[in-house]
């Protein structure tokens, strides 16, 4: 066997194996739009996450929940985002009880173990779990002396 003919074969494997790892990185990867959507999805989370912590501490403080995530909103040193990050709508709050509360928001990806396109979940506690499409959590609000465990409500 020549050294060009040995030279051409390694250079097909290579272009081969060049290809098939390009074509692999791309089954693999999400498109940029479902990124971008995972993205804003967990930004939902770290705010409805900061607005329970700050019902949480109005409660410790007031004992009671306050009336409005306005209100909540307007309170010295408060720095809450209760607008949803794409289309400035707000989330929505709800009490359904002297302890608890509903928070609502509208989701673009779903945090089960794959979507509809197959793509893994980002990773969020279990507590922030949901589906495409409006959700709400149900919460306790901290410093109650209510017993029964805050869940995930779909509505």
Not at 88 to 111: D, H, K, N, Q, W
Not at 139 to 148: V, Y
Request: proline share 6%.
């Amino acid at each position: 066997m020549s050294t060009s003919s040995l030279g051409r074969r390694l250079m097909l494997v290579a272009t081969a194996v060049v290809v098939a790892t390009l074509g692999a990185a791309l089954w693999v990867m999400e498109s940029p739009s479902k990124q971008r959507d995972r993205r804003i999805d967990e930004r939902r989370i770290g705010e409805l996450t900061a607005i329970a912590n700050a019902v949480d501490e109005w409660r410790t403080s007031k004992a009671s929940l306050p009336p409005s995530l306005a209100i909540l909103a307007a309170e010295p040193g408060a720095s809450l985002v209760v607008v949803d990050p794409v289309d400035g709508t707000p989330y929505e709050y709800r009490i359904v009880s002297t302890s608890r509360y509903r928070l609502c928001a509208r989701f673009a990806t779903t945090t089960s173990s794959g979507d509809a396109d197959g793509a893994p979940m980002f990773r969020a506690t279990t507590e922030w779990q949901h589906p495409v499409g409006r959700h709400c959590f149900e919460r306790k609000a901290g410093g109650s002396d209510d017993d029964a465990p805050a869940g995930a409500v779909v509505r």
